[in-house]
């Protein structure tokens, strides 16, 4: 299992939103997290900040906004240079990912909990 950081997009403090159950999982399997969602709050013992995250280096970002909410996001996701962005589930977004593309940045359609529950994270 891959041990460098994640920053998780949509973050929330509600037990049944999957991007709690990410943070919860990634926690689980000892992956280092960043949350960052609208309002700050905590996962266990991760903080979900309100404020992006910058000078991190980020290794994966997995988004758990809808691609209209993802518009105003493109260029600070891109600014910091993820190795990988993962679309979940209803995330979705062929403009963005054309973007991340042009930027070195791969991009996968996958669902977080998946690859996490089959090793393939």
């Known amino acids: 299992m891959k041990t460098k ?19 919860r999982m990634l926690q689980k399997h000892d992956v280092p997290v960043l949350a960052y969602g609208n309002k700050a709050g ?7 900040s309100t404020e992006f995250p910058s000078n991190e280096e980020i290794d994966t970002v997995t988004l758990y906004l809808s691609a209209k909410n993802q518009t105003s996001y493109y260029d600070t ?10 679309f979940n589930p209803g995330t979705e977004n062929p403009e963005f990912e054309k973007q991340l593309s042009k930027n070195g940045i791969e991009s996968e359609i996958a669902c977080t909990l998946v690859l996490l529950s089959t090793n393939s994270y």
Do not use: F, H, Q, W
Not at 77 to 86: E, G
């Open 5 to 23: 950081k994640t920053l998780v997009i949509g973050a929330s403090e509600k037990l049944d939103r999957y991007a709690n159950k990410a943070v």
């Open 42 to 48: 905590k996962i266990n013992e991760t903080v979900i």
């Open 77 to 86: 996701i891109i600014d910091l240079k993820p190795k990988r962005v993962i």
